[in-house]
């Protein structure tokens, strides 16, 4: 058993939206698939994986250094002979061979793509769900069968009055989620005031609304948008602060009691760990966003679950960011608390599988074999063209 080949395409996700740091004009993704020579019903196992939105692809990386340290290790050091697969972790250390610790950047974006398309491999050699594999094997067989979302978006964009923000935000109640999620901080406080009450006039309940700063404030304007929004009770307050800020975080605990949420920009377990010692975060009420895709892959994902437990974190306060399959699996399979949904942006990539409905915020995964890509035609059409290709 044996990864014969793996490819790596990078695809524009460009859209005219802007956050209150960047606009998408440009962005991309890597999108990575891994071909074994294991056969299932006829045809090559391929194992697919993609990068969030946020940090273009990788593709320079991969074919640079990464993806010759896999097809040139013995192919027999990466087998897990136990299961009869293909080992994971294995492969992981082999990516990550004549790496020095720290300088978690770009790189923990390439590796943890390439990652997750071997979990999805993984899952289709067993012949299970991601999701359900990852229960069988880490949780005693106990998966959820469905994982609460929210929709994200409510982003800026060019002649996008309060109707526009409105009637989207009505859509993602009419599709059945309960929370939505909006940018802030990208004008004045008072028109984003403006804002934040027009959605909560669709929502009606601040408990349905979470803003996202995106990592745009400093201490000063992050304390002054939190006395003044403080009175709507929203459901969390976002990356308000540079994500390695961990000093400004935890002074903000010091001015905002309710939940607030950050980790989607940090990369590592020691970045998580980091977080957890000097951000000033609560266990009670917060909550951490770090995610599989730009953080190393889920062999990482693991390890930073895990610091979690030894400082006295519940696995349900992670609610990944990216709005993806691969952080949905983990989501059910591992025990998270959610996961982002992007209804409208990002597409193909964001969303879940055909004909899968989000009923009272929650949805279900496919039972199909591995992530469940297979499942939101849109995406596989993408995929297949470059494993099959
Ligand atoms: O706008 C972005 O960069 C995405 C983001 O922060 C989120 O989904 O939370
Ligand atoms: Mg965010």
């Given at each position: 058993m044996r990864i014969v080949d793996i490819r790596e395409k990078t695809v524009s996700i460009a859209s005219p939206i802007a956050n209150a740091y960047i606009d998408f004009s440009k962005m991309t993704c890597s999108l990575v698939a891994v071909i074994t020579d294991v056969i299932r019903d006829g045809k090559p196992v391929i194992g697919y994986g993609f990068n969030s939105n946020?940090?273009?692809?990788?593709g320079a990386l991969m074919r640079d250094r990464f993806l010759a340290r896999i097809t040139e290790a013995d192919p027999d050091t990466l087998v897990d002979h136990e299961n009869n697969n293909l080992d994971p972790f294995a492969i992981w250390k082999a990516l990550m061979t004549n790496e020095k610790p720290?300088?978690?950047?770009e790189r923990s974006v390439a590796v943890g793509t390439i990652d997750m398309a071997v979990w999805d491999a993984v899952a289709k050699i067993e012949g299970k769900p991601l999701y359900r594999l990852l229960a069988d094997r880490y949780r005693n067989g106990v998966a959820d069968d469905k994982v609460w979302v929210y929709a994200a978006g409510g982003y800026y964009y060019p002649g996008k009055d309060q109707s526009k923000l409105k009637a989207e935000m009505q859509s993602y109640l009419d599709r059945g989620y309960d929370v939505v999620k909006m940018k802030i901080g990208a004008v004045p406080l008072d028109e984003d005031i403006r804002r934040i009450e027009a959605v909560l006039e669709v929502?009606?309940?601040?408990?349905r609304l979470a803003v996202d700063a995106?990592?745009?404030?400093?201490l000063q304007t992050g304390i002054a948008y939190a006395e003044a929004i403080k009175?709507?009770?929203?459901f969390w307050y976002e990356e308000?602060?540079?994500?390695?800020d961990y000093a400004l975080q935890a002074e903000l605990a010091n001015h905002y009691e309710l939940p607030m949420a950050t980790g989607e920009n940090l990369f590592s377990h020691q970045d998580a760990r980091n977080l957890l010692r000097h951000g000033?975060?609560?266990?009670?009420r917060d909550f951490l966003q770090f995610d599989c895709a730009l953080s190393y892959g889920l062999v990482e994902y693991m390890r930073t679950l895990k610091v979690m437990d030894e400082m006295?974190?519940?696995?349900?306060r992670v609610v990944p960011h990216g709005g993806h399959q691969m952080s949905l699996n983990i989501a059910a399979g591992l025990h998270l608390g959610g996961n982002e949904s992007?209804?409208?942006?990002?597409?193909?990539?964001?969303?879940?599988?055909?004909?899968?409905k989000v009923e009272n915020g929650y949805v279900g995964l496919p039972d199909?074999?591995?992530?469940?890509?297979?499942?939101k035609s849109a995406l596989y059409a993408v995929m297949r063209e470059l494993g099959e290709g």
């Open positions: 946020g940090r273009y692809g990788q720290g300088g978690h950047g929502v009606g309940d601040g408990r995106n990592g745009r404030f400093d009175k709507y009770n929203l308000i602060g540079d994500p390695l000033g975060m609560r266990p009670d006295g974190w519940s696995s349900r992007y209804p409208d942006v990002f597409q193909p990539f964001g969303g879940f599988a055909d004909g899968i199909i074999p591995g992530v469940g890509f297979e499942a």
